[in-house]
Every structure is written in structure tokens, then in C-alpha cells.
């Protein structure tokens, strides 16, 4: 999660999060060598005194200042078209979280088993305890293995809800009427947090999201604890 003066992205947990920071980056780098060299040369205007009374045309500076700067948006197309496809992927999922929104809670359900569903629900700042965060923290999080490939199928009950957890590089809309799917792989331990991201009514900012990512053998003993044999 973001803590204090955390104005750039957040540690990713997820490959797919990892080539998203890797991405903004590249994009950002280009977007700096623009801004500078536009920057200079529009600082340097107001200190040439060129006159050129027969000025009327320049086909060639005209035909390189046009096809060079389509050159360098395909430098930034084509790995945005990668990472996209790439994040539409599903890699044979091991297992599947389906994920509601509400006004103004979410509320899971693991489809692979029987029975397991709840709500999750923010804490309210007065019963939060001393090392709870406070608007973030949830009563129900979501336990996930790591080193897993996870689905997560998104909805909604009444309003468009938006399954936003920044670390994972994961933003759906949950919508009423339709199922949206992503995919995304934990590859660290820890709690992840995130926030619906979707202006959905008053309560918009108090349905947070808590990922608990463990082994998978404790997964495995958590889900054994929910399941009614
Ligand atoms: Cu749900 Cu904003």
C-alpha cells in the first residue's frame, strides 16, 4: 500500500504490475526528451534575431518535423499494444474469485468450492485497532495463494463498482448486467490493499479491498476451514 509522501507507483506484487511500472517509466523517459528539447527550443526563441524576408516555404524541415514525431509515438504504441494483449491473458487459472460490488461494500465468493461466500465490509475509524489502517482495512479479506494464476471474475449488484488493488496492476468494472474477467499472479507474501475506483455514491471512498497472499498450504488450510463437508 502507499504510505507517506508515496506520490509514484506502488511496489508491484505481480509480474503483469512489474511491466506496467516498466512501461510508465519508458513512456515517461520519452515524454521528458520531448518536454526538454521542445523547452530549449522555445527558450532559445527569445534570444536569436533571424530575419529571413523571403521566407515562404520549407518542404524538407516540414517532412522531417511531421515523421518524426509519428516515429516516436510507435515507440510508445507498440509496447502500450503489448502490454495490453498481455494483460488480457488468462493462463489456465488455478483457481476463481468472483468479486461483487455493492453500495458500499464488496462481497466474494470462491466459485471452486462449496459455500464459500462474504461480505467485506471497512472498518469504521472507531473500532479500528491500533495497528489497523484506518479507511482500508476490511473485517473479511481475501486470502489468495501466491505463485498462483488467479481469475478474478468482476459484477456488480446495483451501481458500477470498480475492483482496483494498484500493487497487482488489476482495475475492473464491476457493472450490473455483465461478468468481466482478469487474470493476475501474486509472486510475494503480504496484505494488498486497494479501492473501488469507480464514483458509485456517497459511500465511494469506504469499500476498500484487502488481498491476504500466503502460501499455498496455508491457503489451503484456510479455504478447509471455511468449507462446510
Ligand atoms: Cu464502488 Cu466506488
Redesign the pocket.
Known amino acids: 500500500m502507499s504510505t507517506w509522501a508515496n506520490l509514484g507507483l506502488q511496489d508491484s506484487a505481480s509480474p503483469l504490475m512489474e511491466q506496467l511500472i516498466f512501461f510508465h517509466d519508458h513512456a515517461l523517459l520519452i515524454l521528458v526528451m520531448i518536454t526538454i528539447l521542445v523547452g530549449y527550443l522555445m527558450f532559445m526563441l527569445f534570444f536569436n534575431s533571424y530575419i529571413n524576408r523571403f521566407l515562404l516555404h520549407g518542404q524538407l524541415i516540414e517532412m522531417i518535423w511531421t515523421i518524426l514525431p509519428a516515429i516516436i509515438l510507435l515507440f510508445i504504441a507498440m509496447p502500450s499494444l503489448r502490454l495490453l494483449y498481455l494483460l488480457d491473458e488468462i493462463n489456465e487459472p488455478s483457481i476463481t474469485l468472483k468479486s461483487i ?1 455493492h ?2 461494500y464488496w462481497s466474494y465468493e470462491y466459485s471452486d468450492f462449496n459455500d464459500i461466500e462474504f461480505d467485506s465490509y471497512m472498518i469504521p475509524t472507531n473500532e479500528l485497532s491500533n495497528d489497523g489502517f484506518r479507511l482500508l482495512d476490511v473485517d473479511n479479506r481475501i486470502v489468495l495463494p501466491m505463485n498462483s494464476q488467479i481469475r478474478i471474475l468482476v459484477t456488480a449488484a446495483d ?1 458500477i ?2 475492483w482496483t488493488v494498484p500493487a497487482l496492476g488489476v482495475k475492473v468494472d464491476g457493472t450490473p448486467g455483465r461478468l468481466n474477467q482478469t487474470n493476475f499472479f501474486i509472486n510475494r507474501p503480504g496484505l494488498f490493499y486497494g479501492q ?6 456517497a459511500n ?1 471512498s469506504f ?1 476498500p479491498i484487502v488481498i491476504e497472499s500466503v502460501p499455498v498450504n496455508y491457503f489451503i488450510k484456510w479455504i478447509a476451514s471455511k468449507v462446510n463437508f
Open positions: 460490488g453500495q458500499w451501481v463498482h470498480s473501488c475506483s469507480e464514483i458509485c455514491g465511494h469499500m
